[in-house]
Antibody, heavy 124, light 107 residues
Framework: QVQVQESGPGLVKPSETLSLTCTVS????????WNWIRQAPGKGLEWIGY???????NYNPSLKSRVTISLDMSKNEVSLKLNSATAADTAVYYC??????????????????WGQGTLVTVSS | DIQMTQSPSSLSASVGDTVTITCRAS??????LNWYQHKPGEGPKVLIY???SSQSGVPVRFRGSGSGTDFVLTISSLQPEDFATYFC?????????FGRGTKVEIK
């Protein structure tokens, strides 16, 4: 059973880079899409983006200019970097695998599993 | 972006009750709608994918229905472990978007 665990600094200064790592166990990151999703205090969930092992990626246009997701196949880890952090980036960040299939021209995809999430506060 | 409107934002119910949560998309998403359960301190867990398909291991009391823009999650015979927050998510097109969630509380 695949499990994911986020880790990284809980406090980031404004204008610095927010960096998080997701350690995946029980399965390989060489399959599926690997996503980051966040939830700011009192707000809804926001999809940040994904990457797969071939380097195919897709980012939320609202964050695209500042975000990079990468995969380290040797460590089975997924990382997130968000440049020029501001207080608006304060949130719980989740690492999430995207699963899916296509059958008879019908495709389905969903998020499973999710990590526990890690709170990152952007403050001086 | 596709906006997902979920209602109600919260509800109170008793063990054994049947509860209904609705999710409306700002444009058609076919059947590309997923439902998740989220408990404090844990990561969300998928209950329903493709609007009506149950994830393996999910109790049969959780049922999803709908297509296009209107979707419903029904929880029959509410159990103590079902008190949590539920949210919908469209997987039709990126950027993927989520409902704001429905908190199911004990009456």
């Amino acid at each position: 059973q695949v499990q994911v665990q986020e880790s990284g600094p809980g406090l980031v200064k404004p204008s610095e880079t927010l960096s998080l790592t997701c350690t995946v166990s029980g399965g390989s990151i060489s399959s599926d899409y690997w996503n980051w999703i966040r939830q700011a205090p009192g707000k809804g969930l926001e999809w940040i983006g994904y990457m797969d092992h071939s380097g195919f990626d897709n980012y939320n246009p609202s964050l695209k200019s500042r975000v990079t997701i990468s995969l380290d196949m040797s460590k089975n880890e997924v990382s997130l970097k968000l440049n020029s952090a501001t207080a608006a980036d304060t949130a719980v960040y989740y690492c999430v695998r995207e699963r899916g299939f296509c059958r008879d021209n019908v495709c389905r995809n969903w998020f499973d599993p999710w990590g526990q999430g890690t709170l990152v506060t952007v403050s001086s | 972006d596709i906006q997902m409107t979920q209602s109600p934002s919260s509800l109170s119910a008793s063990v054994g009750d049947t509860v209904t949560i609705t999710c409306r998309a700002s444009q058609g998403v076919g059947s590309n709608l997923n439902w998740y359960q989220h408990k404090p301190g844990e990561g969300p867990k998928v209950l329903i994918y493709g609007a009506s398909s149950s994830q393996s291991g999910v109790p049969v009391r959780f049922r999803g229905s709908g297509s296009g823009t209107d979707f419903v999650l029904t929880i029959s015979s509410l159990q103590p472990e079902d008190f949590a927050t539920y949210f919908c998510q469209q997987s039709y097109v990126a950027p993927y978007t989520f409902g704001r969630g429905t908190k199911v509380e004990i009456k």
